[in-house]
T-cell receptor, first 115, second 110 residues
Framework: NSKVIQTPRYLVKGQGQKAKMRCIPEKGHPVVFWYQQNKNNEFKFLINFQNQEVLQQIDMTEKRFSAECPSNSPCSLEIQSSEAGDSALYLC?????????????FGPGTRLTVL | QQKVQQSPESLIVPEGGMASLNCTSS?????YFWWYRQHSGKSPKMLMSIFSNGEKEEGRFTVHLNKASLHTSLHIRDSQPSDSALYLCAADTNAYKVIFGKGTHLHVLP
């Protein structure tokens, strides 16, 4: 069973508010991924880290989204100014590698609702 | 932009039947394909991965890969109601980014 921890499980914000969620990867996993799964179950890759360094991120992430994985602290994903379209399940996954040959282990997700 | 196409969107099979799910990548640089299963309200869990041409079997699950056509398929024999879930295909292209398809909703009727 996956031991990726995500908090909070549910987050409700008003439009324009900041929304911050956290992820603790499985012990020994240096790579962390963030995904957004919308109400149609469509996955969107947002960003991934190896230790504290960004490996890849999409353009959307570079604008309103910020993420970090400081050493000895949970990783975090923050939306600076939430929009209704940001309402989704945000999934964190950790892996031994950023490459596709390594299985990703998912946390339970943070469900964000933007009113 | 790389896309991962899955078909069908939805599939209904009777208990004990065979379920066949398909996935194709538009990027010729794909190295690995993954199949994940996501039960309603739960997070995805890995089923199988494949990177070589051919077939891989684990219990009731068989995965095929044709690298020339960038097509993979997942076959579930003796389907059980507990197999009802969203099945996600993901592809990696040596770019530290894994792209997921939109999934196939499998419904196994008792």
């Amino acid at each position: 069973n996956s031991k990726v921890i995500q908090t909070p499980r549910y987050l409700v914000k008003g439009q324009g508010q900041k929304a911050k969620m956290r992820c603790i990867p499985e012990k020994g996993h240096p790579v962390v991924f963030w995904y957004q799964q919308n109400k149609n179950n469509e996955f969107k890759f947002l960003i991934n880290f190896q230790n504290q360094e960004v490996l890849q991120q999409i353009d959307m992430t570079e604008k309103r989204f910020s993420a970090e994985c400081p050493s000895n602290s949970p990783c975090s994903l923050e939306i600076q100014s939430s929009e209704a379209g940001d309402s989704a399940l945000y999934l964190c996954a950790s892996s031994l590698s950023g490459r596709g040959y390594a299985e990703q282990f998912f946390g339970p997700g943070t469900r964000l609702t933007v009113l | 932009q790389q896309k991962v196409q899955q078909s069908p969107e939805s599939l209904i099979v009777p208990e004990g039947g065979m379920a066949s799910l398909n996935c194709t990548s538009s990027d010729r640089n794909v190295d690995y394909f993954w199949w994940y299963r996501q039960h309603s309200g739960k997070s995805p869990k890995m089923l199988m991965s494949i990177f070589s041409n051919g077939e891989k079997e684990e219990g009731r699950f068989t995965v095929h890969l044709n690298k020339a056509s960038l097509h993979t398929s997942l076959h579930i024999r003796d389907s059980q109601p507990s197999d009802s879930a969203l099945y996600l295909c993901a592809a990696d292209t040596n770019a530290y980014k894994v792209i997921f398809g939109k999934g196939t909703h499998l419904h196994v009727l008792p």
